[in-house]
């Protein structure tokens, strides 16, 4: 990055709600990888004489991500006609919201480098997606573009930020923040391979210091958060480059060129002249019911922001366990349901539980926390056993193993595998005995005041004892073995 230039980034991400059927039509929605053209309809595909009907399901997914994403909602709200010629638009025009969408003046709050950062969110409003256009099968280029009508109609919430970032770094943790907000209000999936999130960025560069906006490119269709950050840092050497040699930004829309690393020429930037916005006739005013709109408030879950918050100050967890443990809705209602109700320090043994042994097996089996062969309780009983003495660390790990693969309670695989931890003074004494005439070497140098060779002589009790020693009484008896 030039430490002469100061990057400015508004970002435009394009998300598809989590409806069964299209905005306007009963059409599915299921179409990422269906046969091209088997999930339209006479509506969807702009043929002569049809009428939209507006998909309420829809609209109140819409509406919770506003209400989450702190926006102020409009108490009345216009779809409009954004005009203009695409093969991949039948009608010639998109259905979307324009001088009157249904929120604005929201924002999230992102981290960076730990700092944090609140991002105004301008507006967000409600549109169809267009179809896919086909430039290639498989790995064979044709020399024609073909067009998949399947995606056309489906709904979209565009979320507009306001020109507030100002690094890829703070971009990839915006985006990453809003993915979180949406998923865990089940309004999208945001699975940006399938194109359910997809991000246009626009880009400027200024001198450091300086209080006007540089001319901005517009990055089409960023389809990853990596695309979004490498998009970004080529934009700005890019840009910067120009305005270093003497030339100017031409105010233009790009893509990126994943393959070659760099932005390509798409057309000249448009304004919002360019697409003659109307009113849709067919379309009434989108009234907000003030009761309506209570009762979306009252079903809004606990958001990622809240939960990290809570599980620091309920559970002491730490910046980074909390982080992790809150990324994702399922993971931390599993947490929640292993920790609550535990006695005190039950909830960081879980959370390193959950953090290591389930996070490894989920990952390796392609699991959601919700299908976890090992139910959130069992995981909750099992630290407790950690915690009071009854199984160590290490015996954790294969309690675990043995309730994955088998069930059962935590209690009972503990007394199947002979794993309970030996905190009996007399039979840890007769090991601590036995491992000190065992290493008369350490014993010595503990003896003189070396501390580290109490490390080996741990080790010896453990072995002899097949790590079943409660560590705590081998080190307590070990200590007091070495007093005159």
Known sequence: MSADFEMVVGLETHVQLATRTKLFCACPTDGFGAPANSRICPLCTGQ???????????????????????????????????????????????????????????????????????VRIGRIHLEEDAGKLLHAVGSRELDCSLVDFNRGGVPLIEIVSEADLRSPEEAVAYLRGLREVIQYLGVSRCDMEKGEMRCDANVSVRPVGAAEFGTRTEIKNLNSVRAVKDALEYEFRRQTGLLAGGGRVS???????????????????????????????????LVADAKWLDELKARLPELPAARRERFAAEYGLGA???????????????????????????????????????????????????????????????????????????????VFAALWEEGGTAAEAVARLGLAQVSDEAAVGAWVREALAANPKAAADLKAGRARAA??????????????????????????????
């Open 320 to 398: 980074e366990d909390a982080e992790l443990l809150a990324s994702s809705r399922g993971l931390a209602d599993y947490f929640d349901d292993a920790a609550r109700g535990r006695a005190p320090g039950v909830a960081k043994t879980a959370a390193n539980l959950v953090a290591t042994e389930l996070l490894a097996r989920l990952n390796a089996e392609a699991l959601e926390p919700e299908a976890a062969r090992l139910p959130p309780a069992e995981l909750g009983a099992l630290a407790a056993l950690v915690v009071d003495g009854t199984l160590s660390s290490k015996g954790a790990k294969a």
């Open 455 to 484: 490390g080996a002589l741990v080790g010896a009790v453990m072995k002899l004892s097949q790590g079943k020693a409660d560590p705590v009484v081998v080190n307590r008896l070990i200590q007091e073995s070495m007093k005159p």
């Open 48 to 118: 002569p004489g049809v009428l939209p009907v507006l998909n309420r399901a829809a609209v109140e997914l819409a509406f919770q991500a506003a209400l989450a994403l702190n926006c102020r909602i409009a108490a009345a709200s216009v779809f409009a006609r954004k005009n203009y010629f695409y093969p991949d638009l039948p009608k010639a025009y998109q259905i979307s919201q324009y001088e009157k969408p249904f929120s604005s003046d929201g924002w999230l709050d992102i981290r960076v480098q730990g700092t944090q950062k609140r």
């Open 251 to 285: 105010q233009e829309t790009l893509l990126w060129d994943a393959q070659a690393g760099a932005t390509r020429p798409m057309r000249s930037k448009e304004g919002a002249e360019d697409y003659r916005y109307f009113p849709d006739p067919d379309l009434p005013p």
